[in-house]
Nanobody
Framework: QVQLVESGGGLVQAGGSLRLSCAAS????????MGWFRQAPGAEREFVAT????????SYADSVKGRFTISRDNAKNTVYLQMTSLKPEDTAVYYC????????????????WGQGTQVTVSS
């Protein structure tokens, strides 16, 4: 069982930056691949980024590539999402999730989810 708690969301102007954090409970954090997803009002949840168990492998949605960076600190049981050059279309609730499965750009592959943190980018 893994419990995930996101933090770091807020209101930022276009072009600004935010860093999201996701703290995980449990002693097996390093056994999980981690992902960030987002959901805007009226839209489906979409993939943002994923990182493998040791942090050596990452993958990003085309819409955020070059602007967002996912990282993790297994000693702190935490995964991060550094967001730069934010755009109004990045406005959404951001969720972190944990998985031991493959297909890590696909939300149903994830077993555990946080409660989400709101990111609002004003124009």
């Amino acid at each position: 069982q893994v419990q995930l708690v996101e933090s770091g969301g807020g209101l930022v102007q276009a072009g600004g930056s935010l860093r999201l954090s996701c703290a995980a409970s449990g002693r097996t954090f390093s056994s999980y691949g981690m992902g960030w997803f987002r959901q805007a009002p009226g839209a489906e949840r979409e993939f943002v980024a994923t990182i493998n168990e040791n942090g050596a492998g990452t993958s990003y949605a085309d819409s955020v590539k070059g602007r967002f960076t996912i990282s993790r600190d297994n000693a702190k049981n935490t995964v991060y999402l550094q967001m730069t050059s934010l755009k109004p279309e990045d406005t959404a609730v951001y969720y972190c999730a944990a998985t031991t499965r493959a297909r890590r750009r696909w939300a149903p592959s994830y077993d555990y989810w946080g409660q989400g943190t709101q990111v609002t980018v004003s124009s």
